[in-house]
């Protein structure tokens, strides 16, 4: 493990605290790219326009006709937190903007498979529905589209991930990263490409007559939802993303959110008045999440959707209860997982450059987050696969990946195919996490394809996992307050949490917890003592180390008092 401190562009932070930012916040900022006051402005009217957006303008047209004429509007989700927040805000949205006749779907991710496949366009078309909006997927779905129109629907993507060789041939299309688009958030999550899609089709509908701007319904309510699907699908938080994630924290703060949201935070023992980002990637979203992962996502969608605060509670605690079910089915597949992983090491402490595991055991539905860890705890590109449950499927399996920093992994499935054909029977995804299906017999092949496309394309410095810090503390930062308000600010992917490191003295140590997994330890940082832990960390550390560590607050008989949660230690 390397630490690193970023470079701190002295000119941009005296500017930042200039103009009268936090002197620790001026350093972040200017450490994280940002170098005019004007950059942290988060108003919604600075927000990209949507009709940079390809595809906004004709999406808008399709469905304001659709909604003139009382067409019966189908919205096709994903069963992920993107997917379901994307869904809700459409239904909520094209209610809102008139529409009388919208439902949703959202196929099941064991019989159904991901995106709009020809089977879910026969049931949507069995519903009675004219027009087709997908939410999060579609943009690899050609042969869904194709049957939805050959079915004489009317079809509209909206989505966000790269799209492969061949397009849909869709009535309309929007995704930023679809050819000859402009819009330069590359990275808006799905929920985000739907409320672009919900402002240009009220633009739409003003340009039509039906409300001026005084009476237009008002879509900045949904900003909560869009705010959790973004961050939970962990896209990079440029500005626009940063605004649309502002925006909903202050909301919710302000206790302006959807019954089902509030029932999210009380159910996962959160504070909604003091909401954070790490509230919606380790705490809501995980909830929303594993509906979809052993259950059904229907259960986190009609959690957003519902109106009735004691409704919203119920779906709330039936959704924490299947989150606990997942951990539990998790943590016995994290164990198998590590012990097939370290099994390919050989005699060597040293891991291969790729990862690539299959047990007939595994649950189809948790694969993605054992991937995760193994990557987080091996810093290597990861594949977790699983028998496929579904019908008729019983000799393909089913992997998910995660990739680490420099290892574009859709990529490497990419050039997997193409090395060998036949052996990836599906695959898509983004540069930190796809998804592929393989044929059991050539788990193997594959395995030895994927490493040796890691083999080339990963150095040793890649290979070395490394922490980038924002360097030392000053000690006058430890303090509650400053903890409260480095908490408030919004960080994520691209736009990394305060992190510090130092070299510390380690006055005492032991282990804590149920299964005693984690490190408590006693520091003296600067002359001054303070506590920390390090979670899911056993080995003892030396007596002075240098540390990366994030900033807490631990609460205890009313006291309030920081501590150190480290993340890492270079030895």
């Known amino acids: 493990m390397k630490i690193v401190a970023r470079d701190i562009p002295p000119r941009a932070a005296w500017a930042l605290e200039q103009a009268g930012v936090h002197p620790l916040l001026a350093r972040l900022y200017a450490a994280?790219?940002?170098?005019?006051?004007?950059?942290?402005?988060?108003?919604?009217?600075?927000?990209?326009?949507?009709?940079?957006?390809?595809?906004?303008?004709?999406?808008?047209?399709?469905?304001?006709?659709?909604?003139?004429?009382?067409r019966r509007i189908v919205v096709v989700a994903d069963y992920d937190c993107d997917g379901a927040t994307a869904c809700a805000v459409a239904v909520r949205g094209l209610r809102l903007l008139g529409g009388r006749q919208v439902d949703y779907l959202v196929p099941d991710r064991v019989a159904d498979g991901y995106g709009l496949t020809p089977t879910i366009a026969r049931r949507v078309h069995e519903r009675g529905a004219d027009l087709l909006v997908t939410v999060d997927?579609?943009?690899?779905?050609?042969?869904?589209?194709?049957?939805?129109?050959?079915?004489?629907?009317?079809?509209?993507?909206?989505?966000?991930?790269?799209p492969g060789p061949a397009l849909p041939v869709a009535d309309a299309m929007v995704n930023p990263n679809q050819p000859g688009c402009a819009f330069e958030s590359k990275s808006i999550a799905g929920v985000g490409v739907m409320f672009y899609v919900?402002?240009?089709?009220?633009?739409?509908?003003?340009?039509?007559?039906?409300?001026?701007?005084?009476?237009?319904?008002?879509?900045?309510p949904l900003l909560p939802l869009v705010a959790l699907g973004t961050v939970a699908d962990v896209v990079r938080l440029d500005s626009n993303n940063r605004r649309l994630v502002?925006?909903?924290?202050?909301?919710?703060?302000?206790?302006?959110?959807?019954?089902?949201?509030?029932?999210?935070?009380?159910?996962?023992?959160?504070?909604?008045?003091a909401a954070t980002t790490f509230d919606f990637g380790f705490a809501l979203g995980p909830r929303i999440n594993a509906a979809g992962r052993l259950a059904d996502m229907t259960l986190g969608i009609e959690?957003?959707?519902?109106?009735?605060?004691?409704?919203?509670?119920?779906?709330?605690?039936?959704?924490?209860?299947?989150?606990?079910?997942?951990?539990?089915?998790e943590g016995g597949m994290r164990e198998q997982a590590l012990l097939l992983a370290e099994n390919l090491f050989g005699d060597t402490d040293t891991p291969?450059?790729?990862?690539?595991?299959?047990?007939?055991?595994f649950h189809e539905g948790v694969v993605g987050i054992v991937a995760s860890r193994l990557k987080d705890k091996?810093?290597?590109?990861?594949?977790?696969?699983?028998?496929?449950?579904?019908?008729?499927?019983?000799?393909?399996?089913?992997?998910?990946?995660?990739?680490?920093?420099?290892?574009?992994?859709?990529?490497?499935?990419?050039?997997?195919?193409?090395?060998?054909?036949?052996?990836?029977?599906?695959?898509?995804?983004?540069?930190?996490?796809?998804?592929?299906?393989?044929?059991?017999?050539?788990?193997?092949?594959?395995?030895?394809?994927?490493?040796q496309v890691a083999q080339e394309w990963l150095d040793a410095a890649t290979l070395t996992r490394r922490i980038d810090t924002d360097g030392p503390l000053a000690p006058e930062y430890c303090r509650a307050d400053i903890v409260d308000t480095l908490h408030r600010e919004v960080w994520g992917q691209g736009f990394a949490p305060p992190t510090f490191s130092e070299e510390v003295e380690v006055v005492s140590q032991r282990l804590v917890g149920e299964g005693k997994n984690h490190l408590s330890l006693k520091l003296i940082h600067q002359g001054n003592p303070i506590d920390a832990i390090w979670f899911g960390h056993t080995d003892p550390l030396p007596a002075r180390v240098l540390l990366a560590f994030r900033l807490d607050v631990n609460e205890w008989k009313n006291e309030r008092r920081v501590q150190f949660l480290v993340e890492g230690a270079q030895l």
């Open 303 to 329: 959690c957003l959707l519902t109106d009735d605060p004691g409704r919203a509670a119920e779906l709330a605690r039936t959704l924490d209860a299947i989150n606990r079910e997942r951990r539990e089915i």
């Open 32 to 70: 994280r790219g940002i170098r005019l006051h004007d950059e942290l402005d988060d108003a919604l009217k600075r927000l990209l326009p949507p009709e940079t957006l390809l595809g906004a303008r004709e999406a808008a047209v399709l469905l304001a006709d659709a909604i003139a004429a009382d």
């Open 352 to 361: 291969p450059p790729a990862i690539s595991v299959f047990d007939p055991d």
């Open 198 to 220: 919900l402002m240009a089709l009220r633009t739409e509908l003003r340009r039509r007559g039906v409300f001026d701007a005084a009476s237009q319904p008002r879509l900045e």
């Open 378 to 451: 091996l810093h290597r590109p990861t594949f977790v696969f699983a028998a496929s449950a579904a019908p008729g499927k019983e000799h393909e399996i089913k992997g998910s990946g995660r990739s680490i920093p420099g290892f574009h992994l859709r990529d490497a499935l990419d050039l997997v195919a193409k090395r060998h054909p036949g052996v990836l029977l599906k695959f898509g995804g983004h540069a930190m996490a796809a998804g592929c299906t393989v044929a059991r017999e050539a788990f193997e092949t594959f395995e030895q394809a994927f490493a």
């Open 137 to 162: 997927n579609g943009i690899a779905s050609v042969d869904g589209v194709a049957e939805a129109r050959a079915l004489g629907l009317s079809v509209l993507v909206t989505d966000h991930h790269l």
């Open 246 to 273: 502002a925006q909903g924290l202050k909301r919710i703060r302000a206790g302006q959110m959807q019954p089902g949201i509030a029932a999210l935070f009380t159910a996962a023992g959160r504070k909604a008045d």
